[in-house]
């Protein structure tokens, strides 16, 4: 299984993006994705995972209201779309999936985001 993320950038404060991961070598619909983020000097923390099958989706308190992940089995891809940016939301973004109720065992590359004020 392979992961590739894309859309990040430097938006100010209040400001949107979206990312997208591509998946690919694998049955799509069959596993579990996610997006985490990490930022200089802090802990990887998971931001918002959608679960294969069921489609039932976790986000972080800090995220919530904010954040939408989503999925597109037609194109393997897997989306976050931000709102609403802080600052504080400022990190390297990954995507990860995993086989049906496993761990992440696969992670694309990170994609940087910045947030100014």
Do not use: H
């Amino acid at each position: 299984v392979q992961l590739q993320a894309s859309g990040g950038g430097l938006v100010q404060a209040g400001g949107s993006l979206r990312l997208a991961c591509a998946f690919s070598g694998g049955r799509f619909s069959l596993y579990g994705l996610g997006w985490f983020r990490q930022a200089p000097g802090e802990e990887r923390e998971r931001v918002a995972n959608i679960v294969a099958g069921v489609n039932r989706v976790f986000y972080a308190d800090s995220v919530k209201g904010r954040f939408t992940i989503s999925r597109d089995n037609a194109k393997n891809t897997v989306y976050l779309q931000m709102n609403s940016l802080k600052p504080e939301d400022t990190a390297v973004y990954y995507c990860a999936a995993g086989f049906r109720g496993e761990a992440f065992n696969y992670w694309g590359q990170g994609t940087q985001v910045t947030v100014s004020s």
